[in-house]
């Protein structure tokens, strides 16, 4: 059993139950296993020898065709990996179908479809990456891609071209033009 605390205070930390240790640790670990206190150093099942460490311990194989992460157990007499993995092949909730992700569906690109960065179409209702949002991005053949599309196409080409913003204004003069009020104000 471990001693507690110190002689000022005595219900603060203990000593390591491990024989050739016995540091005063202020936070000290109980084992699950076998139930002694011990330091950082000796804490984990291995590091304190616990003779309890093999019914403590779960490992788990993952499948490679679906992803799934199956659990092998001590008491099942669980064998190795190929073994488990057999086991889980010859039964039906292996589905290699379940392991692809979805990705955009532009040509070309290669993002995968998560949470965050998926944006639905509200002209054909497809889901696309955030780079493709724009249904000229995506080639957009949804009911409500007319006149938006094609101005939106525009834009795009604009953008692309260099004929707006800051690009078309380093063309023409070289910076951005002032007003003509603050071009003839005057600084004391």
């Known amino acids: 059993?471990?001693?507690?605390?110190?002689?000022a205070f005595p219900d603060?930390?203990?000593?390591?139950d491990r024989e050739d240790c016995n540091q005063l640790d202020f936070l000290p670990f109980d084992c699950d296993g076998c139930g002694k206190t011990f330091c950082a150093e000796h804490r984990t099942y291995r590091d304190h020898g616990c003779?309890?460490?093999?019914?403590?311990?779960?490992?788990v194989v993952v499948c490679e065709a679906c992803g799934d992460a199956i659990e092998r157990r001590?008491?099942?007499?669980?064998?190795?990996?190929?073994?488990?993995?057999e086991a889980h092949a010859r039964s039906r909730r292996c589905d290699p179908a379940r392991k692809r992700k979805p990705r955009c569906p532009v040509p070309r690109c290669k993002e995968t479809l998560t949470f965050s960065n998926t944006s639905g179409c509200k002209g054909c209702g497809q889901k696309v990456c955030l780079k493709h949002r724009f249904p000229a991005d995506h080639a957009c053949a949804g009911a409500?891609?007319?006149?938006?599309?094609k101005a939106a196409g525009a834009a795009a080409a604009a953008r692309s071209a260099?004929?707006?913003?800051?690009?078309?204004?380093?063309?023409?003069g070289g910076g951005w033009k002032l007003p003509q009020s603050v071009r003839n104000m005057k600084i004391f």
């Open 144 to 149: 409500g891609a007319g006149a938006a599309s």
């Open 74 to 85: 001590a008491g099942d007499g669980g064998g190795d990996d190929a073994a488990v993995l």
């Open 51 to 59: 003779a309890r460490a093999a019914d403590q311990g779960r490992t």
């Open 1 to 7: 059993m471990a001693r507690r605390g110190t002689e």
């Open 12 to 16: 603060l930390g203990a000593q390591c």
């Open 162 to 172: 260099g004929q707006c913003g800051r690009d078309a204004q380093k063309k023409e």
